[in-house]
């Protein structure tokens, strides 16, 4: 969207840039620079700016909206006290023609779960359409029973407890008994299992999850419909990108919105679905009183010769409870909680605002680059009034009643958000050297236990593709590393395959050479460099590509083709005909073209840094998306795409292939059928597979077909164990890795 312009929208920024100006003096070191230089060094504990300022610029604010009847910004009745200035916001989007402006009055009064008779809404002007559940949908009414708390929160109870009666104090959550809470919600009120996971590096403090999946199934009947996309390594490297393209220095806060899923509060007639207990035992009474009711029906139903009665929606009330249990202590969110599938969404949908209006705000003259990842932003600034337009954003922030954290706050040329490392300086992006060296560590320890419980390895797994994200030349060596995960349960603990090892051994190496990758210039498009085709037809098996870069003519370029035998391509005939492997010979030729056809850097780029964009042709629509992927768990094809990654980072290339229909193709593909006739002779490039300067394919290709067998042995057995066990394992607790070795 372009930023609007409009008298009101002109005069707003103005408001707030002079207000800000007023601020200045009164500013820890009398300064804009000095004042973000005592944030950054995290001797900050709370807003900086005057509470005086802020009041009377929100007053003009109020005022302006109220002049251009557009509402004064004053709460409504019905609405929730709350931290945020919601309906200033709301009348500040709606002066700026924001398109979800009318998301105030559900914020300002709360939003509700979603359900199945009560659908989320949709809001196509900001969010694309979701289209993708976990749960499917069904159109039997969904009725949980009550759950007990996880073993986790029990460790935790004092904490918790402590944490709630906080919560409390800010109109976060209420409690009362559970006779009360039974006559408040009725058949709404739901006490679901509830969980704690210790802070990292903050001893004394949870996360409190409340499970809305497990036996409550209040998730199972949510449908979010907006598509919330989060940041992540991709935009970060647009964003370091388009820093360097514009030049001048650069300089980034990273904050953090405190408590933000909580920000959001939820209408009254929901908080029964949100209840839980710290201490208690009415959920596991009533869950053993109707087992003990169902068991005595089916003796009955035995005994009398007859059907068992069905199961009934479960219903409790006053009298399935004793006494005792009537005054255990209930608690119930008020707000969004974590656990709860719409939650996220109705943050992420008031987090999207605040960005916006931040921008809308500040002008054209003091833009930022912002990206917000849940409730942890990054913010950048360049130019010499870099310090002023990011002191401007913390303005705002605070009229509109943000709950920053300011201890958190860091920033400088470097800094770490989200786990992602980024350098302004060098307008580099990798991994943090904590992580990467917690990576290393790990990858280490499985090769040298060389017996690997599964479920270890997937969520290890889950970590890489995190590194893989800015580092993408390692996505392709993850795909084997998932085919073998999934092949068995999570429990079970087979020998590692020598091909998983040497996976492992080079991605120590890689990460050992570095964790940040260039940024600094875009993609420097070559365009098509080169085409190429494959054939398999019986045993006759050839790849073929010519250098079509600058549109040169076919008897002027250069071309090879290549005949693909037993001898020297033996995993080309591993499933009987060539032909089954077309798509691993396809890319074969790919990687080939782009061995002696782009073997080097081109020249023209200078002494530049950053990528170059090469493009191949070819008439196999699948590789052109497994390329843009860069992952697969099939084999041989996931071999030849380590191999094609890794002469990619060799080369600083970004390889991209681009479908053409195959009669486009037919010089490439005259070359696979040993058709010479549209090309000279002295032009060839002979080529042998045995003498091109492969890194790992060669390696990997030795212990393939060993891998393969591993592979199905292990499912057959894990096939096998689940007939003869039935029921899965359940996950024990502090099994998972997240417990043992936080990241």
Known sequence: RKLPESPIALHLQDIVFQGLLRAEKLLPGG???????????????KSPFPSEIIDNVRDELRIALKRARLGDGLPQEGDRVQHFEVR??????????????MFGDLWGRGVYLGSQTRKLPRTPAVFDRKVKWKYGETSEPLHGEWQSNYPSLREHAETVQRQFEEEEREGLMIRMSLEEAIDRFGEDLVLAATGAIEKKGRSGEVRVIFDASNGVLINMAIKVRDQVKCPAAGDARVALREMAAEGGTALSIVYDISKAHRRVPVEERDWGRQSCQVR?????ALKNRRRMKVAQDMLEAHDMGTEPRPLERPKWNKADFTREELDQTVWSNTVGTFGVGSAGYWWGRAGAALIRLSHYLQGKGHMLWLLLYSDDSWATAAGEH??????????????????LAWHKLKGGVTIEWIGYALDLARFELGVTEKRTQWAIRWISDKIREGCVRLGEMREGLGRLQFVAGPLEHLRPFLGPIYGWVAAAPRYAKPRMPVMIRLILEFLVRELSAGNMVQCAVGETDLGEVFRLDAKAEGSAVAIGGWRCKGHQKTKDAPWFAVSLTRKNAPWAFQRGEAFRTIAALE?????????????ERDPNLGEVTGVAAVSCGTDNLGNTYLLDRGLTTKYPLGVVLMEVAHQCRRRGLALRANWIPRLENQEADDLTNLEFKAFRKENRINVDLDDLNFGVLRELFEVGDAYIKELDELKMRAKEERGAAGAKRKRLAGESLRDREPW
Do not use: C, W, Y
Not at 88 to 101: K, M, S, V, Y
Not at 280 to 284: E, H, L, T, W, Y
Not at 587 to 597: E, F, P, S, T
């Open 31 to 45: 300064t804009f620079r000095n004042a973000l230089k005592i944030i950054l060094e995290g001797k900050q504990e």
């Open 587 to 599: 890319l074969l030729g790919v990687l080939v073209g782009l061995m002696i056809l782009v073997p």
């Open 280 to 284: 208690g035992s009415a959920a596991s």
């Open 88 to 101: 200033l916001i709301q009348g500040l989007l709606r002066a700026f023609e924001d398109p979800d402006e």
């Open 386 to 403: 870099a310090e002023l337009d990011l002191m401007l954003h913390l303005f705002v922030l605070m009229l509109v009643g943000t709950p």
